[in-house]
């Protein structure tokens, strides 16, 4: 039977974009811890460190997000030997995705300061690990937040690829709804003003935080 | 460990699988060709248009660039019949990437508008050039060369995001895999092979945006 799109249906995609948010929430701290190592490794002083991250870059830059979903999905059960959830497949793979991009977007921050402050670290007999830590990362942050923001507007909307392996989130309850109410239409404009009052906001955040930041230069 | 790959099944199909490659290099091309059609008229109307089109320029980009692709695909091929406009699955994928791709490139090649200083154009109009001869001359190749590598990357970009034209069920690669996927159950075999297109077409994509940016670029 065919039911009306009402605005209970509408409730439950406001519900259901609670676990956009989730994902995206899990995905960012999955992607952030390995962007760090990355990052760090692309400019480290070991040159084999520096090929095997920007070769991992480069490999997760240049398959689409849907073939790690089901890269992950399918390939998880045959390394680990277990079927594995929705859930866990979609954070490996975001975890991955997110790792390679905040990874290149931090890199450039790093790089950003000047190679003087390096040296600087470098005449005090810091080590490596120290200079980094106290010299050139806090400096950097300031650079990172907000193409970091940014990225986030991107991850919230890519999550909405994990529906495919079916993970019920914002895009995957609309098409629930869609086979439900017969309303494709209504529906999907429903859940694109339900992203946008998600991802505006932080565009909109991200780009005063630029503006800030160079008048502060 | 007990798997065993068995990757016999899926190359069988390989003609299937070329025939899925080459719906992604024509969506592609005809993706970033009308995109960026739409970008250079976003860009211009968003920079030197009346205020009203400096308004419809940014909520164009606004409400594109903050909502998924594939919400924008589902609204063009699940949403538009019930407004009477009936399309197939790949004329809905072009319309849907290239609005999609269109939004960046307007925002991209903006920026490249913006940073033509203003002596730049004047200088031309003083040659005398005609206000369409300026803007293609003096302010579009200029401003174009400066986003050239932003733009190429987000091309690259869209030719992955194609994969998501599966989900309407138009012929690309990733809907071929998926259909392979069902007739001999290898799911990671095909997925692997899958991602590594992919990833050739994505380095085959960039070097040749590097190749043509070293011939056009060039200063003789």
Redesign the interface.
């Known amino acids: 039977m065919i039911r009306e799109f009402t605005l209970n249906d509408v409730y439950y995609l406001l519900l259901a974009a609670r676990w956009t948010l989730a994902l995206t929430s899990i995905a960012f701290l999955g992607g952030g811890a390995v962007g760090l190592i990355v990052a760090v490794m692309r400019i480290s002083p070991f040159s084999s460190l520096r090929l095997a991250s920007t070769l991992f870059v480069n490999v997760v830059q240049g398959i689409p997000l849907l073939a790690w979903l089901f890269v992950f999905f399918f390939g998880l059960p045959i390394l680990v030997g277990v079927r594995v959830s929705p859930w866990a497949a979609a954070v490996a793979a975001y975890a991955v995705y997110a790792g390679a991009f905040l990874g290149e977007i931090w890199r450039g921050c790093l790089q950003a300061i000047p190679r003087q402050q390096w040296e600087a670290g470098a005449s005090l007999a810091l080590s490596f690990a120290s200079q980094l830590r106290y010299i050139i990362v806090p400096q950097a942050i300031r650079i990172a937040i907000p193409p970091t923001v940014g990225f986030l507007v991107q991850l919230i909307k890519n999550t909405s690829l994990a529906a495919v392996i079916g993970f019920v989130e914002l895009t995957r309850e609309g098409q629930l709804t869609t086979a439900a109410t017969y309303r494709p239409f209504s529906v999907y404009i429903v859940v694109a003003a339900i992203y946008f009052s998600m991802c505006f906001p932080l565009t909109q955040w991200s780009r005063r935080l630029e503006r800030t930041l160079r008048v502060a230069r | ?3 065993t790959f068995n990757f016999r099944d899926v190359w069988a199909q390989w003609d299937f699988l070329m025939s899925g490659i080459a719906v992604t290099i024509i969506l592609t091309i005809v993706t970033v060709l009308a995109g960026s059609a739409i970008g250079a008229l976003g860009a211009a109307a968003r920079v030197y248009g009346r205020p009203w089109m400096r308004a419809l320029a940014a909520c164009y980009v ?2 594109i ?8 695909l ?2 063009v091929f ?6 009477g406009v009936r399309l197939n699955a790949m004329t809905a994928a072009m319309i849907a990437l290239a609005i999609n791709l269109g939004a960046y490139a307007t925002e991209i090649i903006r920026a490249g508008l913006e940073a033509i200083p203003k002596a730049q154009i004047e200088a031309g109009y003083s040659l005398g050039l005609s206000g369409v001869q300026v803007f293609r001359y003096v302010v579009l190749i200029p401003a174009l060369q400066i986003v050239y590598p932003a733009l190429t990357s987000q091309f ?1 970009l869209v030719m ?2 194609t ?2 034209v ?2 309407i069920s138009a012929p690309d690669l ?1 809907h071929v895999a998926s259909i392979i996927q069902s007739r001999t159950f290898r ?2 075999e095909i ?2 092979i ?2 590594s297109v ?2 050739a077409l ?2 085959a994509l960039k070097s040749a945006f590097a190749a043509i940016a070293h011939v056009a670029f060039t200063r003789r």
Not at chain 2, 78 to 83: K, R
């Open positions: 460990m007990k798997y606004e409400c660039r903050n909502t998924p692709l594939i919400v924008q589902f609204i699940f949403g538009l019949p019930s407004a690259v992955l995001a994969s998501v599966s989900q990733f799911d990671f997925y692997a899958v991602a992919y990833l994505a380095l």
